[in-house]
């Protein structure tokens, strides 16, 4: 099993409608978790921190469920412009080696 | 504000080719540097990070190395190229002590034929 999994998509859905994704963690002692956005062919870009408690930045929301393992993103009312791959970061122990990218999902909006 | 450069931005070698590609960051001090492959359809793999001059931790065993001669300076080298060696690579910086904020710069396309 991958450290840290993610459906590859692509999710295709119209502009203004709400899309989520997830993806799951297989170590249970991971500690710090993330989502970064990654434009085609550009350099991955911190999108937003997950908090155990939840968090919530504009249309986009990210939760975290430590007892099945998964953290998840949920963009409301979708733009043209969150066209992307989003991968899903953990990180084990707080560790500059223990970092683990997702493959990421990619979100194409169309208008 | 800090800014990360990488050069070059596209490069395409043949095997057995030497690689050298270089990273610096500007307007922090004492960063932690990493260095990324990215391959098609794939997630990042870390290569290398490095918290500190001449200190150099490797992840993966290969045929690249690195190298910080300077404090915002990384460098990433091959003396041989192989063909898995293709692929695009990202270097990253983050504060002292916060490894999960990472800034990534602009990247390389390096294609090995």
């Known amino acids: 099993r991958k450290e840290v999994e993610q459906d590859p998509g692509p999710f295709n859905v119209p502009e203004g409608a709400t899309v989520a994704f997830n993806c799951t963690y297989s170590?249970?002692?991971?500690?710090?978790f993330f989502w970064y956005r990654q434009d085609c062919r550009k350099e991955p870009k911190l999108l937003m921190s997950?908090?155990?408690s939840g968090n919530e930045d504009g249309r986009f929301t990210a939760q975290l469920n430590r007892a099945s393992q998964y953290i998840s993103l949920l963009i409301r009312d979708s733009k043209l412009s969150d066209s992307a791959t989003y991968l899903c970061?953990?990180?084990?122990?707080?560790?500059?080696?223990?970092?683990?990218f997702g493959s990421g999902t990619r979100l194409s909006i169309r208008p | 504000s800090q800014t990360i450069h990488q050069w070059p931005a596209t490069l395409v070698q043949p095997v057995g080719s030497p690689l050298s590609l270089e990273c610096t960051v500007e307007?922090?001090?004492?960063?932690?540097l990493y260095w990324y492959r990215q391959a098609a359809g794939r997630g990042l793999q870390l290569l290398f990070y490095?918290?500190?001059?001449?200190?150099i931790s490797s992840e993966v065993p290969q045929n690249l190395s690195a190298s910080r001669p300077q404090d915002r300076q990384f460098i990433l080298s091959s003396k041989k190229l192989l063909l898995s060696d293709s692929g695009f690579y990202l270097c990253?910086?983050?504060?002292?002590?916060?490894?999960?904020?990472?800034?990534f710069g602009p990247g390389t396309r390096l294609t090995v034929l």
């Open positions: 970061v953990v990180n084990q122990y707080s560790s500059a080696s223990k970092i683990i």
């Open positions: 307007g922090t001090s004492n960063p932690n």
């Open positions: 997950v908090y155990s």
């Open positions: 990253a910086w983050s504060g002292r002590g916060r490894p999960n904020e990472q800034f």
């Open positions: 490095s918290v500190g001059i001449g200190q």
């Open positions: 170590n249970s002692a991971s500690q710090s």
